[in-house]
C-alpha cells in the first residue's frame, strides 16, 4: 500500500510520479523531540510510523518565546479561518486535540496565540510544546479560548469597541514585528521567484488570485514571512496588506524583494557554486543565535534540491507532522515537467550535484563535534529525510535518498574519527593507570575517563543514527523503482564497507549488493561490481567474504557474459581477485566462459579475461624447470600459450589472443624465445601457429594498432610517452629479430603460409640499425633469401610482402644503397621474363599448361612490384595491352587478363602521379602518352566487361577507380567523358554480377566461400555507387540498382539506402526521378515476365511493387516542405506512366497508380488538390476503374489531414505574407505536359 503521504496529497505531479505504480514501504519515523528520545536502533523498519504530534523539542528556545512576549495583546488568531486550516484526512487526529493545540500553541498561520504571550508563561515552555509537556503548567484550554476570543479583532468589533483605537493598535502590532523582523537572519529560504519552481499548479489557483497581496510583504498562507517584509528599510506605515501606492508608502517591488531572498537561500548559493566553507559557517553562526530560523532554512533546502516550489516554516514544523508537510510540499511541483535538479541535463546541474554531497559532507563534518549531538539538528534533518524517502513522488524520493546516503557516509567518516579516538583515549588510559599505581591519585585519569564516557556515548549516537537511516531509507530504496535510486544506495554502500569494514562488512550488509546483482539495469549491477572489487583486493577482510563469495559464485561468474560490456569486463577483474584468494572456489565450467572473451570485440573486456588467464594459467613454475635445459623462463609459458591458442580452436585469430595479453604478459615480448623454439626445433607440432603469434606480437608492439574490428577504449593521437614506448619496442624487434629473420625465413622458405607471415616481421624493423649495428651482413642475407622467395614462390599474398619489404627497404638512403643492386636485378629478372612469355603467346598457336602457368606467375610477379613503385623504366604497357588486345583472337586465361588488366591500371596511375607531381621533364609529351594510354584501358575494360563478365571483377574495380582519378584535375582535357556504350556496359555488368538469385552451386559451396563471394558482390556494388556519388554517372543511373531493393534488402539494403539517402542529399529532383523510374523499370519487368503481358494487382509480383514503394517513400523523410518538388515529380511522372497509351487504345498501366498511394500522405493540401485536378484533367477514361478511385481517395482532404503550408511557422518579423495562399503549387503541375 501506499504512505499517507502520497495517498493523502490531492493533486501530485504525474509527471513526479513513477510509472510503475510500484508500492513503496512504510519506514519508521524517529522520535526526536523532548526528553523521550527514541532510541534508534530499536527502530525496527517494519514498525508504525511514529506520531510527531507526541514529540517535543527538549531545549526551549527563548527567541521565540522572548518574542512572544513582547507583542502586542491584539494577535491575529486565524486558527478558525478555513483558508489556512483545510482539514486533511491526515490531521483527524489534531482536530480532535484542536481544544488542546489551541491552549497556547503558536496559530497556524505563524502568530502566537494570547495564551502562549501572556506575562508570567513558565520559562520552561518548549516553542512547540503542548499541555502536560516538560512539565509545564497551562491555563486550561476553554480559558485559553475565551481569552483569544476577547482579543481577536472580531471580538472587539462584536463587542462595539472604539474602531480607531484598534487600528491604531494593530498598526503598533506591525511596527512590532517589523523590528523583529529586522533582526532576523539574510537568510531566507524562498525559492518561489525561481522560474524553474514557479510554474503554477491546479491546486494554487486560489492562491494565484491573492499573488499581489502575497508578494506585498505579507505573512503568507503558511506562515511565512514574504521575502519583502524582512527587508531592511521597510516603511513603517505600511498597512495590513497594504500595496505600493497606498497609504503613501513606497517599498520595492515584490519580485525585486524575492529575487533578493533567493540570492540569499541555501539553495541558490549551493546552485551558484559559492565557496562552500563560507556558506556553511555562515550557517551555523545563524543556528548559534536563531536555531528555528536555521532549521527552516536547513529543511528549505532540501525540499528546493527537490525541484519542489514550496516554502517551509518553523510553524509548519512545530504544529503540523511531516506527512503533512510533504503533502503540502507536494502541492507545490511543477506539472509541466518532471525534471529536478539531480536529472537535469548540463554542467551546471552536474556541478550542483557535486556541490550538494558536498554540503551536506562539510557541513555533517562541521558540526561533528557539538551540533549533530544537540538533539535537534540531526534528528530534525533525517526525520525530513526518511519522509522524503518514503514519497511517491520521484523528485522528493531520489533527492532525499541522495542526501540522506550521503549524510550516512558523512557519519561513517565521524564514527571511524571517533573510533581512532577511542583507541587513543583507550592508550591514555592505560598510561595514566600505570601511573596511578606508582603516584596515587591522578586527576588527568577522572578526565580521561569521563572523556571515554563521552566519547563512548556520541559514537553509541552515530551508530543509532547510521543504523536508523539504513533501515528506514536504505532497505526500502535499495530496490526502489527508479535505477538511479538504486544505484545511489549500492554505491554508498560500497563506500562504507570500504570505509569501515568493522561494521559494514558482514552478511547482513553484503545480501543486498549480491541480490543487486541480479537487477535489471546495468548502472546497478555496476555499481555492485564496483563495489565488491576493492574489498577482494584487502587481506584483512578476506574471511568476512567466503560465505558471500560461494553464496554468489554462479551469479558473478554468469556476468562475464552481460550484455553491458563494462560490466562484463569488471566482472573478469572481480573473478580475477576471487580467484587470487579463494582458489578452489573456481572450477573449470566457470573458467571455459572466461578463456572464451579473450577473443571478444571489445578491447577492455578481452584484456580483463587476458588478466584472469593470466593469473589462472601462465604462471612460472616452482621448481624453475626449463625446456631442454636452456635458460629461458618464458619458454614453458609460451608453450602453453600455443598450447591453448590451438584448443581454443580460433586459428584466424590470433591477433585478437595477443591484443588481450600483450600488455600484461610480458612474454608476448619475448620474441628471442620464440624464435629459438622455431629454429630449435621444439615448436614443430605448432610452428604454423606459433609464428602466426610471433608476426602479430611483433606488429602489435610496433605499431600498438589493435586487430580489426576490436573496439578501441581511447581514442585520438598518442601521447609522447605511448610514441616513446612504441619506438622502444621497435628498436627491441629490430635488434632481435634482424641477426634471426633470414634463418626463419630459410627454414620455412618451401611454406607458402608461413613465409607469408614472417616476411612481413622486416617491416617493422627500424632501418638505421642495420647501419648502425653494423649488420650489413643480415641486409644481404635477408635480401638473398626474398629473392628466392620471389623466385620459388607465384602467390600474391607473398609476392605483395615481398615486394613492399623492397620498397620499404628503399625509404632509408643509406640502406636504399646497399640494397638496390638487389633490387634491379630482380627487376630485370623479372620485366624479361615477361617478355619471353608474352612472345611465346603471340608465337605460338595454344599454350599448354605449364606455358599458360609461367606467363600467370610473370604477370602475378611484376604487378606485384608495379603496386609498390613506378616500373616506368621497364616500358611495360605494350605487352601487358598485346594480351588483352589480340588481333589473332587469342584469348588468355581469365586470371592472365585480371593480372594484365591490374598491370596496365598500375601503370596508368603511376604515369598520373608524375604528371601531377612535376616528375615529367616533358609535359606536353608526357599528357599526350597519358592521353593515349587512358583511351586504350578504357576502350579495352568496355570489351573485357561484355566478353567475360563473370570473371573481371578486378576489371571493374580498375575501370572504377581510373574514373574517379580522372576528375577535378588542373587539366581538363584530361578528365573522361562517358559514352552511353560504356556506361551501358557497366550498368549490364552490375545487375549480371551482383543481383544474381542464389543456384544450387552456390549453396553446395562451404560457408566461407558463400562469405567470399557475397563481399566481392557487395564490393562491386559499393564501386558502382562511388560513381553515381561523385557525379561520373547521373543521379538516374541509381533506379538501375534501386529496383532491386526490397528483393535483395538482406544482402544490400544498407549500401542501397546510404545510395539513395546520399542522391537525395546531392540532387533532391533527380533522386525523386531515379524513384519513379525504378517503380516504372520494375513494374515493366512484371509485365514482360507474365504470360499475358499485364499486371494483377492481386499478384506477389504487385505486392512486391507496393512494398518497394513503401520504402522508397520513407526517402523523403516527414517533412513535406523540404521534399515537395521532388514528391510533385514522382506524382506527376507516375500518373503520366501509368495513362500512357497508344492513339486510341486504353491505358495498360492504369493499376501502376497503387503504387503512387503511398507517396500520397508525403504531399501537403496544396499540392494533393493540384496532383488531383492534375489526375482528373489526365485520367477521364479511367475514371472508373478501382487503381484509379483507390488513388484519388489517397489524395482526396480528410477531415484529420492538417497538413498544409499554413501548419509551418514562418520565419522573419511579423505574420509574413500568408504562405497558404502565396507560395504557388509546384511548376510540374502548371501544365498538361
Known amino acids: ?695 602479430c606480437a611483433v606488429k602489435q608492439a610496433a605499431t600498438g594498432e589493435a586487430p580489426v574490428g576490436r573496439s578501441q577504449l581511447k581514442k585520438g593521437v598518442s601521447t609522447v610517452k605511448e610514441t616513446r614506448v612504441l619506438n622502444d619496442d621497435k628498436a627491441k624487434i629490430s635488434e632481435i629479430l634482424i641477426p634471426l629473420l633470414p634463418q626463419l625465413l630459410h627454414r620455412f622458405i618451401a611454406d607458402r603460409d608461413k613465409v607469408a607471415n614472417l616476411i612481413t616481421i622486416a617491416l617493422h624493423f627500424q632501418l638505421e640499425i642495420y647501419l648502425a649495428g653494423r649488420l650489413e651482413k643480415h641486409l644481404d642475407d635477408l635480401m638473398d633469401v626474398v629473392e628466392s622467395i620471389i623466385e620459388k614462390h607465384a602467390d600474391d599474398e607473398v609476392l605483395q610482402s615481398a615486394a613492399e619489404v623492397i620498397t620499404y627497404f628503399t625509404t632509408n638512403v643509406a640502406v636504399a644503397q646497399h640494397t638496390e643492386t638487389h633490387r634491379l636485378k630482380m627487376l630485370d629478372g623479372l620485366a624479361l621474363q615477361l617478355r619471353h612469355s608474352v612472345q611465346r603467346f603471340h608465337r605460338e598457336a595454344a599454350l599448354d599448361e605449364e606455358d599458360d602457368a609461367a606467363m600467370l606467375a610473370a604477370f602475378r610477379k611484376i604487378t606485384a612490384f608495379a603496386i609498390f613503385e613506378d616500373l616506368k623504366k621497364w616500358q611495360l604497357w605494350d605487352q601487358a595491352l598485346s594480351v588483352l588486345v589480340n588481333p589473332e583472337d587469342k584469348q588468355a586465361s581469365r586470371d592472365v587478363c585480371e593480372k594484365a588488366v591490374l598491370l596496365l591500371f598500375s601503370t596508368l596511375s603511376w604515369d598520373l602521379h608524375r604528371l601531377i607531381t612535376d616528375q615529367e621533364q616533358n609535359k606536353a609529351e608526357a599528357t599526350r602518352t597519358l592521353k593515349k594510354h587512358r583511351d586504350q584501358f578504357l576502350h579495352t575494360i568496355s570489351e573485357v566487361l561484355i566478353c567475360g563478365a563473370s570473371g573481371v571483377e578486378n576489371a571493374f574495380l580498375c575501370l572504377v577507380d581510373v574514373l574517379i582519378l580522372f576528375i577535378n584535375l588542373p587539366d581538363k582535357s584530361l578528365e573522361i567523358q562517358l559514352d552511353n556504350t560504356l556506361i551501358y556496359r557497366m550498368n549490364v555488368f552490375v545487375v549480371d554480377n551482383v543481383f544474381v538469385e542464389e543456384s544450387e552451386s552456390d549453396q553446395t559451396m562451404d560457408q566461407q566461400s558463400q562469405i567470399q563471394l557475397m563481399h566481392k558482390r557487395r564490393n562491386l556494388l559499393a564501386q558502382y555507387s562511388k560513381l553515381i556519388l561523385h557525379g561520373i554517372l547521373d543521379i538516374q543511373n541509381a533506379a538501375i540498382v534501386l529496383r532491386f531493393y526490397t528483393k535483395f534488402y538482406t544482402d544490400f539494403g544498407d549500401i542501397l539506402k546510404s545510395l539513395v539517402n546520399k542522391c537525395r542529399e546531392l540532387d533532391k529532383l533527380g533522386c525523386a526521378k531515379a524513384v519513379i523510374v525504378s517503380l516504372c523499370n520494375f513494374f515493366d519487368e512484371t509485365k514482360r515476365s507474365s504470360e499475358s503481358n499485364s499486371v494483377d494487382p492481386n499478384s506477389d509480383d504487385f505486392a512486391a511493387l507496393r512494398e518497394l514503394a513503401k520504402r522508397l517513400s520513407g526517402v523523403f523523410g516527414s517533412d513535406p516542405v523540404k521534399s515537395r518538388e521532388a514528391l510533385a515529380v514522382i506524382h506527376k511522372e507516375g500518373i503520366l506512366y501509368a495513362l500512357k497509351a497508344e492513339k486510341g487504345a486504353h491505358p495498360e498501366n492504369v493499376c501502376f497508380l497503387e503504387a503512387l498511394i503511398d507517396f500520397s500522405g508525403k504531399l501537403m493540401r496544396q499540392d494533393k488538390q493540384s496532383v488531383l485536378k492534375y489526375l482528373e484533367r489526365h485520367g477521364a477514361d479511367v475514371a472508373l476503374e478501382e487503381p484509379y478511385l483507390l488513388y484519388k481517395a489517397s489524395l482526396q482532404e480528410r477531415s484529420d489531414d492538417l497538413t498544409s503550408l499554413r501548419s509551418f511557422p514562418t520565419r522573419g518579423r511579423g505574420r509574413g505574407r500568408g504562405r497558404g495562399r502565396g507560395t504557388p503549387t509546384p511548376s510540374v503541375f502548371g501544365g498538361d505536359d
Open 1 to 695: 500500500m501506499l504512505t499517507t503521504s502520497s495517498t493523502t496529497a490531492s493533486s501530485v505531479n504525474v509527471e513526479n510520479m513513477d510509472d510503475s505504480g510500484a508500492s513503496f514501504e512504510q519506514t519508521t519515523r524517529m522520535n526526536t523531540r523532548g526528553a523521550t528520545r527514541m532510541q534508534y536502533a530499536e527502530s525496527p523498519a517494519s514498525a508504525t510510523r511514529i506520531d510527531s504530534s507526541a514529540l517535543s523539542f527538549s531545549t526551549p528556545v527563548n527567541t521565540s518565546e522572548e518574542h512572544e512576549e513582547q507583542q502586542s495583546d491584539y494577535h491575529m488568531d486565524t486558527s478558525s479561518d478555513s483558508l489556512f486550516r483545510a482539514p486533511t484526512t491526515t490531521t483527524r487526529v489534531r482536530k480532535r486535540r484542536s481544544a488542546v493545540e489551541d491552549s497556547g500553541l503558536t496559530a497556524a498561520d505563524g502568530t502566537a496565540s494570547p495564551s502562549s504571550a501572556k506575562r508570567g508563561r513558565p520559562r520552561g515552555a518548549g516553542v512547540g510544546g503542548r499541555s502536560g509537556r516538560g512539565g509545564s503548567t497551562r491555563r486550561s484550554g476553554h480559558a485559553a479560548q475565551e481569552a483569544a476570543d476577547e482579543s481577536s479583532l472580531f471580538s472587539m468589533v462584536k463587542a462595539g469597541k472604539n474602531l480607531n483605537v484598534s487600528v491604531d493598535d494593530c498598526s503598533a502590532l506591525l511596527n512590532v514585528r517589523e523590528e523583529h523582523e529586522e533582526q532576523q537572519s539574510d537568510y531566507h529560504m524562498d525559492t518561489s521567484s525561481d522560474s524553474l519552481f514557479r510554474a503554477p499548479t491546479t491546486t494554487t489557483r486560489v492562491r494565484k488570485r491573492r499573488s499581489a497581496v502575497e508578494d506585498s510583504g505579507l505573512t503568507a498562507a503558511d506562515g511565512t514571512a514574504s521575502p519583502s517584509s524582512a527587508k531592511r528599510g521597510r516603511p513603517r506605515g505600511a498597512g495590513v496588506g497594504g500595496r505600493s501606492g497606498r497609504g503613501g508608502s513606497t517599498r520595492r517591488s515584490g519580485h525585486a524583494a524575492q529575487e533578493a531572498a533567493d540570492e540569499s537561500s541555501l539553495f541558490s548559493m549551493v546552485k551558484a557554486g559559492k565557496n562552500l566553507n563560507t556558506v556553511i559557517d555562515s550557517w551555523i553562526e545563524e543556528y548559534e543565535r536563531h536555531q528555528d530560523n536555521a532549521l527552516v532554512q536547513l529543511q528549505q533546502f532540501f525540499i528546493s534540491c527537490c525541484g519542489c516550489k514550496g516554502i517551509i516554516s518553523s510553524v509548519m514544523i512545530q504544529t503540523m507532522e511531516y506527512s503533512e508537510i510533504i503533502r503540502r510540499m507536494t502541492e507545490q511541483f511543477d506539472e509541466d515537467s518532471g525534471d529536478y535538479p539531480l536529472v537535469m541535463p548540463g554542467p551546471q546541474w552536474k556541478k550542483f550535484k557535486q556541490n550538494f554531497a558536498g554540503f551536506i559532507t562539510l557541513l555533517v563534518n562541521k558540526c561533528k563535534a557539538s551540533y549533530i549531538f544537540d538533539q535537534r539538528l540531526m534528528d530534525s534533518v533525517i526525520q525530513l529525510l526518511t519522509g522524503l524517502a518514503d514519497s511517491q513522488v520521484r523528485a522528493f524520493r531520489h533527492t532525499s535518498t541522495f542526501a540522506a546516503m550521503k549524510l550516512s557516509s558523512a557519519l561513517v567518516d565521524v564514527a571511524i574519527e571517533l573510533v581512532a579516538l577511542k583507541e587513543k583515549n583507550a592508550k591514555q588510559v592505560e598510561t595514566e593507570r600505570a601511573k596511578l599505581k606508582a603516584r596515587g591519585a591522578n586527576e588527568r585519569l577522572d578526565v580521561l575517563i569521563n572523556k571515554k564516557s563521552e566519547i563512548d556515548e556520541k559514537t553509541e549516537d552515530v551508530r543509532q543514527m547510521l543504523q536508523y537511516i539504513f533501515k528506514s531509507v536504505f532497505v526500502h530504496r535499495y530496490r526502489d523503482v527508479l535505477p538511479d535510486i538504486r544505484s545511489v544506495c549500492i554505491n554508498e554502500l560500497g563506500q562504507w564497507m570500504q570505509v569501515y569494514p568493522e561494521h559494514f562488512l558482514e552478511d547482513s550488509y553484503l545480501k543486498y549488493i549480491g541480490w543487486s546483482l541480479y537487477d535489471k539495469v546495468s548502472d546497478v549491477r555496476h555499481k555492485c561490481i564496483l563495489a565488491l572489487l576493492p574489498l577482494y583486493e584487502r587481506s584483512e577482510v578476506i574471511a568476512k567474504l567466503e560465505l558471500f563469495t560461494n553464496k554468489f559464485k554462479d551469479r558473478l561468474v554468469s556476468m562475464v557474459m552481460d550484455k553491458d560490456n563494462e560490466v562484463a569486463m569488471h566482472a573478469c577483474q572481480l573473478l580475477t581477485a576471487i580467484y587470487r584468494v579463494f582458489p578452489s572456489v573456481l572450477e573449470l565450467k566457470d573458467c571455459v566462459p572466461i578463456y572464451e572473451l579473450v577473443y571478444c570485440n571489445h578491447r577492455g573486456l578481452a584484456q580483463a579475461a587476458g588478466e584472469f588467464l593470466n593469473t589462472k594459467v601462465f604462471q612460472h613454475r616452482a621448481n624453475g624447470s626449463t625446456v631442454s635445459g636452456r635458460g629461458h623462463e618464458n619458454a614453458e609459458l609460451i608453450i602453453d600459450l600455443i598450447q591453448f591458442f590451438i584448443e581454443g580452436d580460433c586459428h584466424d585469430h590470433a591477433a585478437y589472443l595477443v591484443d588481450a595479453l600483450i600488455d600484461t604478459n610480458p612474454m608476448m615480448k619475448d620474441w628471442k624465445t620464440m624464435a629459438d623454439l622455431l629454429l630449435s626445433g621444439e615448436a614443430d607440432r605448432f610452428d604454423s601457429e606459433l609464428i602466426e603469434v610471433l608476426v
